[in-house]
């Protein structure tokens, strides 16, 4: 049973823009922190961003002011703007679930995003 599912990843340059996209199934959404991580080649996992019910909100440092996080309640969906762009930026990002911040139950497959230099 997939709870969740990650779409929008893909080539970009540096500079320019994507949105990621994560559906989820309602029971999960409607519980959990939603939010979304990364694995760069040869790196652990680490955070980018989380949104609560509340919309409270947590990023890293490093995509702070380029990357927002949104959720749609009435979609179940979650979505993750990422602007200006950067080559470290390239990974494997993941939808992630959990009942805070920083504790993950539930992880989507991945969407593999490229950002070219």
């Known amino acids: 049973q997939v709870h969740l599912q990650e779409s929008g990843g893909g080539l970009v340059q540096a500079g320019e823009s994507l949105r990621l996209s994560c559906a989820a199934s309602a029971a999960i959404f409607s519980r959990n922190v939603m939010g979304w991580y990364r694995q760069a080649p040869g790196k652990l996992r680490e955070l980018v961003a989380t949104i609560s019910s509340r919309d409270s909100t947590n990023f890293a440092d490093s995509v702070k002011g380029r990357f927002t996080i949104a959720r749609d309640n009435a979609k179940n969906m979650v979505y993750l703007q990422m602007n200006s762009l950067k080559p470290e930026d390239t990974g494997v990002y993941y939808c992630?679930?959990?009942?805070?911040?920083?504790?993950?139950?539930?992880w989507g497959q991945g969407t593999q995003v490229t950002v070219s230099s």
């Open positions: 992630s679930a959990g009942p805070t911040w920083y504790t993950t139950s539930y």
